[in-house]
């Protein structure tokens, strides 16, 4: 794993996508197509614009996955994490070759994950575009998170933490408006990418990004389980590395 230092989340979000636009081209030149794996949510604004902008991407042999969804979410609901990836990223882009969505209203989430299942088998993702949450969570695997099942899209509990940040990020107007589960992409299925970029940016992240980056390994942090990448970096601002005890040790840009 590595970790790189920027002086604002701007310059994270660039940064982070100048290296997302490398892999996906280097995919495409080395098998055809590229799959990519896109979170949502605060943390990846600048990224997905930065990526958006990026030139050289032939967009119709991207093949697109994504994280997460509330159970019983409508695409139509503000917080809709599919609505956020399709106003935000699809709609802003070229036709792409496929785009395949967590339908979290669908009438069985059991079947929902059994379909993903069937779809991103077929796909190995060359590239995850993550963040982490202020629990630490990775995708909506919050602590202790199941560092062992195989199977790659599951049904997960949420947290009061990971509830609150949802709230405060502005997505629901109190913790009580927010889903308390959903259908998640797991641990190991993110970390069987072959890239994986996570952008971290603001104060409110610093103790997760502590804990995750400079702790144990462990479920009770789950993002923890990146620094067992190989192929992994980790992109902070001053304020999401503030607590870090390392920073001197830190790649600059």
């Avoid at 496929?98 to 669908?106: N, S, T």
Wanted: aromatic residues 6%; contains cysteine.
């Amino acid at each position: 794993m590595k970790i790189e230092l920027h002086d604002t989340k701007q310059e994270l979000g660039r940064a982070a996508a100048e290296q997302a636009a490398r892999k996906i081209k280097q995919a495409i030149r080395r098998k055809g197509d590229a799959s990519i794996i896109v979170a949502t949510g605060a943390s990846q604004f600048e990224i997905l614009e930065s990526l958006i902008n990026s030139t050289g991407i032939d967009w119709s042999k991207l093949i697109v996955f994504h994280l997460d969804e509330y159970l019983g979410m409508t695409d139509t609901h503000p917080a809709s994490f599919r609505k956020f990836l399709k106003e935000r990223f699809v709609s802003k882009l070229p036709a792409l070759k496929a785009v395949h969505l967590v339908e979290g209203d669908a009438s069985d989430p059991h079947k929902e994950c059994k379909r993903l299942k069937r779809l991103i088998s077929l796909h190995p993702v060359d590239v995850a575009l993550v963040g982490i949450g202020e629990n630490g969570h990775l995708a909506f695997n919050d602590p202790p998170a199941d560092f062992q099942t195989e199977e790659p899209y599951i049904i997960v509990e949420l947290d009061k933490v990971c509830r609150r940040q949802q709230m405060g990020e502005g997505w629901f107007d109190s913790v009580d408006e927010v889903p308390a589960k959903a259908i998640s992409m797991s641990v190991k299925q993110v970390m069987k990418s072959r890239a994986i970029i996570c952008s971290v940016p603001d104060k409110r992240k610093a103790v997760a990004v502590r804990n995750c980056l400079e702790g144990d390994v462990s479920p009770k942090y789950p993002s923890s389980i990146l620094q067992h990448h190989e192929d992994c970096t980790v992109y902070l601002d001053r304020d999401s590395a503030s607590l870090l005890s390392g920073k001197s040790h830190l790649s600059r840009s």
